[in-house]
């Protein structure tokens, strides 16, 4: 007698996420994003509010959804979410944490940069001017530290590789506090002139170029960081 393996038989509660991620994928809420009231999903999928209340669970901690208790249930894009959460457990000592995050920057943003040349269209450059021109004409450090992430962000969608987009969105967070500190360090021109050139390589498609300007920047920006720490020591 030949046995084969068995296929696993997903549950209702398993049945419920894969709906409903698929749906907010490519039906996304209106407006706010606000979803129907929880009895009404249940009743809609024909399933208890027991299980309609895990799989919701289950979604909050993947980042797709968020549940607030009196306002409901509004999608959301945090997919980056869980290991964003888990890298201040990971890693408890702020000084190491950032460190490991620009070696983490350094394995993935030249790639990156690189796709992004090949890939850029007319419209992606003007974005990326505009984010440039934001962050050159920024008044304060918090301006200039979120037209800086946009800049990378933007890069990152161009370049088209949804692992690596949600790679540098992972690390999203934990990036605007080094920026915090490599901007109140130096101030932000810095930051715009490597930009200037990365933009530059960018625009001129020139994929080499674009990541060498990008590797240039993250080793500029990990010694302002490494000075600053140092000096407070």
Do not use: Y
């Not at 306002?71 to 979410?81: C, E, F, M, T, Y």
């Amino acid at each position: 007698m030949t046995l084969s393996p068995l296929k696993p038989i997903p549950t209702l509660v398993d049945q419920v996420c894969a709906r409903l991620a698929r749906q907010l994928r490519d039906e996304p809420e209106p407006g706010d994003g606000r979803l129907p009231p929880e009895r009404v999903m249940a009743e809609r999928l024909g399933v208890s509010r027991t299980v309609l209340r895990e799989a919701t669970k289950r979604l909050e901690l993947q980042g797709l959804i968020e549940i607030r208790h009196g306002s409901g249930i509004r999608a959301v894009n945090r997919l980056h979410k869980p290991l964003s959460g888990s890298l201040s457990l990971l890693l408890p000592d702020v000084g190491e944490r950032l460190r490991q995050l620009n070696e983490a920057r350094a394995a993935i943003e030249p790639e990156i940069a690189k796709q992004a040349a090949l890939k850029a269209k007319a419209a992606d450059l003007r974005q990326l001017r505009a984010i440039h021109e934001r962050m050159q004409n920024a008044e304060s450090h918090d301006e200039a530290v979120e037209a800086d992430i946009d800049f990378h962000r933007t890069l990152a969608r161009i370049a088209g590789n949804e692992i690596l987009k949600l790679m540098l969105e992972s690390l999203a967070d934990l990036g605007r506090e080094s920026r915090r500190v490599t901007i109140g360090n130096v101030g932000h021109q810095r930051a715009v002139e490597h930009h200037v050139a990365i933009l530059k390589a960018v625009t001129a498609h020139d994929a080499t170029a674009s990541a060498k300007a990008m590797k240039h920047h993250l080793d500029e920006a990990a010694r302002d960081l490494f000075a600053k720490t140092k000096t407070k020591r």
